[in-house]
């Protein structure tokens, strides 16, 4: 669930990387489809505009990237 890459744009190369983020098994404790009712609210309080929720065991939540000029 890794990919890296060198491009070339505009006669510039960089190196580009990108690594998926699964959800594991301690993620669902705030990322869940259960949460606990005081996280949930305790998350609701903190972040009202948050979607980060609903995850399963294993689902790819997002991912990290990286790019830089070689």
Sequence with gaps: MAFAEVTQTDG?????Y?????TGGLCLA????ALAPDIGA??????PEDQ?????????????????PL
């Design 42 to 47: 305790a998350l609701d309080a903190a972040y």
């Design 12 to 16: 510039e190369k960089r190196f580009r």
């Design 18 to 22: 990108m690594q998926a983020i699964p």
């Design 52 to 68: 980060a929720r609903d995850f399963s065991l294993g689902d790819i939540r997002g991912a990290f990237t990286l790019s830089k």
């Design 30 to 33: 705030c990322h869940g489809k």
